[in-house]
């Protein structure tokens, strides 16, 4: 299922969507670039979550005080890595959603609260995904987490919302409508797909799966309470 539009008229251009998603497009054509030139997995391992490094900088922090340098230049790894993806089909997943979820809730929350939702929900989750398997040592990276909070507030804002989407049939693309709630789920099921056309990140590639799904769920979770209170 594509989605491509939602039935909810909106009064004000999104902005902070079209950045969004312009500066999404721009890094990961700079990480194509970076994999040209073999530079790739340096750069990710140096901007990507990496739990095991993060949870080490802070264990080591209580020892030695100067270690909190190192703690806050790995933190920042949390907004940035929001910003980095590891395939051709988790951007494109990501921002597909951005752009049909996305600009419904920046018209209705504004520019300002939009960006600073969008921004919290991709740092909360990624403290998720840190908790989940502190251990680990291969890079987190992408949107997903930011992406499932705003498909969880929409939801909760506009349950009866119908989305114009497209089935691919083989060669056949058959036009028809869908319930938001049903992206609920369909979300869930196109991680499974989102290692169609991989960049090379060696050794260990990016985003361990199941870790992804605790992103994934914690994100529509904070999503739907954020819209809950907003309603107050």
Same mark, same amino acid.
Not at 15 to 40: C, S
Not at 44 to 55: D, E, L, R
Not at 67 to 94: D, K, Y
């Given at each position: 299922?594509?989605?491509?539009?939602d039935?909810?008229?909106?009064?004000h251009r999104p902005i902070?969507?079209? #950045?969004?998603?312009?500066?999404?497009i721009a890094i990961?054509? #700079?990480?194509i670039?970076?994999e040209?030139g073999?530079? +790739?997995? !340096?750069?990710i391992?140096?901007?990507? =979550?990496?739990?095991?490094?993060?949870?080490? $900088?802070?264990?080591?922090a209580f020892?030695?005080?100067?270690?909190?340098i190192?703690?806050? #230049?790995?933190?920042?790894c949390?907004?940035?890595g929001?910003?980095?993806?590891?395939?051709?089909?988790q951007? +494109?997943?990501? +921002?597909?959603f951005l752009w049909?979820? /996305?600009?419904?809730? !920046?018209?209705i929350l /504004?520019?300002?609260r939009?960006?600073?939702?969008?921004l919290l929900?991709?740092?909360?989750?990624?403290? =998720?995904q840190?908790?989940? !398997?502190?251990?680990l040592? %291969?890079?987190l990276?992408?949107?997903?987490?930011a992406?499932a909070s705003?498909?969880? $507030?929409?939801?909760?804002?506009?349950?009866?919302a119908?989305i114009?989407?497209?089935?691919?049939?083989?060669f056949v693309?058959?036009? %028809? !409508?869908?319930?938001?709630?049903v992206y609920?789920?369909? #979300?869930?099921i196109? &991680?499974?797909f989102?290692?169609? /056309?991989?960049?090379?990140?060696?050794?260990?590639g990016?985003? &361990?799966?199941?870790i992804a799904?605790? $992103?994934?769920a914690?994100g529509?979770?904070?999503?739907a309470?954020?819209m809950?209170?907003q309603r107050?």
């Amino acid at each position: 299922m594509i989605p491509i539009n939602d039935n909810i008229h909106i009064r004000h251009r999104p902005i902070i969507n079209y #950045w969004l998603i312009g500066i999404n497009i721009a890094i990961f054509l #700079w990480e194509i670039q970076l994999e040209l030139g073999d530079k +790739l997995a !340096e750069f990710i391992f140096s901007w990507g =979550i990496i739990p095991a490094q993060i949870t080490g $900088a802070i264990t080591s922090a209580f020892v030695n005080p100067a270690a909190w340098i190192v703690v806050c #230049w790995r933190l920042i790894c949390l907004p940035l890595g929001m910003f980095l993806h590891g395939s051709f089909s988790q951007i +494109l997943g990501n +921002l597909l959603f951005l752009w049909v979820f /996305g600009k419904t809730l !920046e018209n209705i929350l /504004g520019h300002k609260r939009y960006l600073g939702f969008y921004l919290l929900s991709g740092i909360l989750t990624g403290i =998720i995904q840190i908790l989940a !398997e502190p251990s680990l040592t %291969v890079p987190l990276i992408g949107a997903n987490g930011a992406i499932a909070s705003i498909l969880g $507030a929409y939801v909760m804002k506009f349950p009866q919302a119908k989305i114009d989407s497209i089935l691919p049939l083989i060669f056949v693309y058959i036009p %028809v !409508e869908l319930p938001a709630f049903v992206y609920l789920f369909w #979300w869930f099921i196109q &991680q499974f797909f989102y290692g169609i /056309g991989s960049l090379n990140i060696p050794p260990v590639g990016v985003n &361990q799966f199941s870790i992804a799904y605790w $992103a994934q769920a914690g994100g529509l979770l904070i999503g739907a309470v954020f819209m809950r209170f907003q309603r107050r």
